[in-house]
């Protein structure tokens, strides 16, 4: 595979942060949402939920892959300096104090909160009479018959434990009907099996009242072992490494190598040991000795040990109340349901800002491309889009009726591999190509394309988005979606599917600039071009906005655009490693991360560029992943008036922020921002402003 990456260049150590930390510290501006008393009650139970779902991707990845450095006795350091021993030392003291903190949010806070609205999550002290009966026959008929106890001994080693699956530890004392005394088994909780369960009204004292499975077996876990005395149960969670690998030189379909190597993933080395904290000191060493982690490596849960189960509760406690306002997305100006979708286009640019803005338009541009005789070919590149997702059905009932529908199909998304496959296989049966882009580079970018016969001829209509084909994200993610038929952007787009499907060399684009060949060039030769603007003694003038910031090229660009007078604001959700602030190197840059209700998502590049304000959307963050291992886009917005508003409502509400903005220190911590006066919350603005009703 061909490396179309950048001259390596050394630059100082301390010029740049450490990504794992960076990133904890942005699970501690999720957590800080959990705490916050002016987040909706069930919000904040969700917002608690998502650290531990972030996390749980955080071990399987990013600590996996410390871990297989050190494995292989690496002691190399990355741009910051540190080693991958040191680095796995202070992410364990990061994670175990974050876990603690959390905890101590939900026992202490949240949930008595809740309790008082009516939500409870009964422990089995405080059962009733007649809610242990209920439970105790539900464990029977329920639970019971689905359970596998497996003792320890020589014929029955301990069982295969799926990555992040529930499971007990049971320390037992007698001998069994066949004289076996291990004086230890292990349960595994089924998938099916629900972790929260609902009490019936009628034996409720609230109107919400759960009980959690881990303490419904607690009570009965005995019934498993018939004349043994438990003397304990511990509920243990194994996270492992779930990175995939396929070797280029050994593939010939990568379908099916995936399919194979998505078996193993609940099965890759383990990486982290969760038990409950009433676990004894022996059965946690021996935990941890069977799945080969240390006592670094070990987590104790004051609580259930899977706090991403309750992620369903706030959808199933009916309380509008306790939630954010619900709202309806509205439409751009140009879009109404009397018009043709693509005459609306036709007469002009269409911005669409997402969740604000409805996700409608694109799914109608795909539904009219599949029923119009006019349109011959469609083509779109898919990152993630669901399993059940209405833009699928459109493009299999175009290929249904004759048209020639092309999906670049990206397998290797994490965790969508799966339902990937599952769609490739889908989209092939009713005649669609199906082709999964450049083995070796993950297709990131988003693009939708149709060709229409039209009295001039034939007419490309494209979208091109910041965020993925996903009407369900759609809702909670802030994107930028443009629909278009401009001539040269259409051109470009189609030459990079014709790159994507078949074989040729990179052609040069007139307005798209793409990874891995002129997105990054592009991005650095922008940033000097301010630097040289500033040093002649005018404006210079940088604003982005996007997920991460960690390519060093890109970081010593805006440090010497810095030193050169640039004014440099970075609006950057997750992991930076670029030091602002600092003396004599970016004393110029400012960095200001937004968490709210909304996920911010999208990737915007604005440039002064001597007022001619260059703005770019692209599906790209400023990561070497992004600009040298990924096809990626970031594409122009030409129309004056869309450019003024993707400021307006990408950019200005987010420098203005003073709710939901933490603003990062030298040293990496962040402070978060407090109003002084009157409250801007950017995401509430945009609501007001852009929502049909909110």
Request: aromatic content about 8%; hydrophobic content about 40%.
């Amino acid at each position: 595979m061909p490396q179309f990456n950048r001259t390596s260049m050394q630059y100082p150590a301390d010029h740049f942060l450490n990504r794992e930390l960076s990133l904890l510290q942005f699970q501690r501006r999720v957590l800080a949402q959990a705490a916050d008393p002016t987040v909706p009650l069930l919000e904040r139970l969700r917002f608690l939920c998502i650290v531990s779902s972030n996390l749980d991707e955080f071990f399987e990845i990013r600590v996996s892959g410390i871990k297989e450095q050190i494995r292989i006795g690496s002691r190399q350091s990355g741009e910051d300096g540190i080693t991958p021993s040191d680095l796995l030392a202070r992410v364990s003291d990061e994670v175990h104090e974050i876990i603690s903190e959390q905890y101590e949010l939900l026992n202490d806070d949240i949930l008595p909160a809740l309790e008082n609205e009516g939500v409870v999550f009964l422990r089995r002290s405080l059962w009733t009479e007649a809610q242990r009966d209920w439970i105790e026959d539900y464990f029977v008929r329920e639970v019971m018959p689905v359970l596998t106890p497996v003792g320890l001994d020589p014929a029955h080693p301990f069982p295969r434990v799926l990555n992040k699956s529930l499971n007990f530890a049971v320390e037992l004392e007698g001998r069994d009907a066949f004289g076996r005394d291990s004086g230890a088994a292990i349960v595994q909780a089924p998938r099916a099996l629900p972790r929260v369960i609902r009490l019936p009204r009628e034996i409720s004292t609230q109107e919400y009242t759960f009980v959690f499975l881990s303490s419904v077996l607690h009570a009965h876990v005995a019934k498993l072992f018939a004349g043994m005395q438990v003397l304990g149960c511990y509920q243990f969670r194994v996270t492992r490494n779930s990175d995939l690998f396929v070797d280029e030189e050994e593939v010939k379909d990568l379908r099916a190598s995936l399919k194979g190597e998505l078996q193993q993933r609940h099965f890759g080395d383990a990486v982290r040991l969760e038990v409950a904290d009433n676990c004894s000191d022996e059965m946690a060493s021996f935990l941890l000795q069977h799945f080969h982690l240390t006592p670094s490596d070990l987590y104790r849960a004051p609580g259930i040990v899977n706090l991403v189960r309750l992620m369903q509760v706030p959808d199933w406690v009916e309380r509008a109340d306790l939630k954010y306002h619900a709202f309806v997305p509205g439409l751009p100006r140009g879009l109404d349901k009397r018009r043709q979708i693509f005459t609306a286009i036709r007469n002009g640019d269409i911005l669409l800002h997402h969740p604000f803005q409805s996700f409608a338009p694109v799914i109608e541009m795909l539904r009219a491309a599949a029923d119009d005789p006019q349109v011959l070919a469609i083509k779109m590149t898919v990152y993630r889009t669901g399993t059940d997702s209405v833009l699928m059905e459109h493009l299999a009932r175009a290929a249904q009726k004759g048209k020639e529908v092309t999906v670049v199909l990206e397998l290797m998304a994490r965790f969508d591999e799966e339902a990937n496959i599952t769609l490739a296989n889908r989209l092939e049966e009713v005649g669609a190509h199906v082709v999964y882009g450049v083995f070796g580079y993950k297709t990131h970018a988003k693009l939708l394309m149709v060709v229409r016969r039209e009295e001039d001829g034939l007419r490309h209509y494209v979208h091109l988005g910041t965020g993925n084909y996903h009407p369900r994200t759609t809702r909670f993610y802030t994107d930028f979606g443009l629909m278009t038929c401009n001539k040269e952007i259409g051109e470009d787009v189609a030459a990079v599917f014709t790159q994507l499907t078949g074989l040729g060399r990179a052609t040069e684009l007139r307005h798209l600039w793409q990874a891995p060949f002129s997105l990054q060039p592009n991005v650095v030769a922008a940033i000097r071009r301010e630097a040289e603007i500033a040093r002649a003694g005018r404006r210079g003038r940088i604003i982005t906005k996007m997920n991460a910031l960690l390519e060093p090229e890109t970081i010593e660009a805006l440090y010497e655009a810095s030193q050169a007078g640039v004014e440099v604001d970075l609006i950057i959700r997750g992991p930076c490693a670029l030091r602002p602030g600092v003396p004599g190197l970016s004393e110029n840059i400012r960095v200001r991360s937004v968490v709210g209700r909304f996920l911010e998502h999208h990737r915007i590049f604005h440039f002064h560029a001597d007022g001619e304000d260059l703005v770019y959307l692209s599906s790209a963050d400023w990561m070497d992943r992004n600009f040298f291992r990924r096809i990626e886009i970031a594409f122009p917005v030409l129309d004056p008036r869309l450019k003024r508003r993707v400021m307006k409502e990408g950019l200005r509400p987010y420098l203005g922020d003073n709710c939901q903005a933490w603003e990062m220190q030298p040293s990496g911590s962040y402070r978060r921002k407090h109003p002084r006066s009157v409250r801007r919350a950017a995401q509430l603005i945009l609501l007001n402003e852009l929502a049909a009703s909110s």
